[in-house]
């Protein structure tokens, strides 16, 4: 199923830089999407809109990852010619990743 089913996402930039943040609606499926929800996977989805690094950060007490992508945005809000300078829409496109959920 689509990750959308059982996690909402935030993101946003700073710079270059763009930030997807994953949370589980049900703390229950917290391991579930650290297990599956991989870099390796994001930077597959993602493919070329990331030409840089991928890191990803657990917050086991909020129970969350967190993505800082690296020379994302096409140069940042002041230099890209994209319309979505900020990555806002990139929170949607996190949530299309397929997980399988006992």
Same mark, same amino acid.
């Given at each position: ?35 599956? /929800? ?8 993602? @493919? ?5 690094? !991928?890191? %990803?950060? $657990?917050? *086991? ?15 940042? /809000? ?8 900020? @990555? ?5 496109? !996190?949530? %299309?990743? $397929?997980? *399988?959920?006992?």
């Amino acid at each position: 199923m689509p990750l959308r089913e059982i996690a909402y996402s935030r993101s946003g930039d700073k710079g270059d830089t763009a930030n997807i943040g994953v949370v589980p609606f049900d703390e229950t499926d917290y391991e579930l999407i650290k297990e599956q /929800v991989t870099i390796e996977k994001v930077r597959e989805l993602f @493919g070329e809109l990331v030409k840089g690094s !991928i890191t %990803r950060y $657990e917050f *086991e007490g909020i129970k969350a990852i967190n993505f800082v992508m690296e020379n994302a945005l096409s140069g940042g /809000v002041s230099r890209s010619l994209n319309l979505d300078t900020h @990555g806002k829409s990139w929170s949607n496109l !996190i949530l %299309r990743l $397929e997980v *399988e959920v006992p």
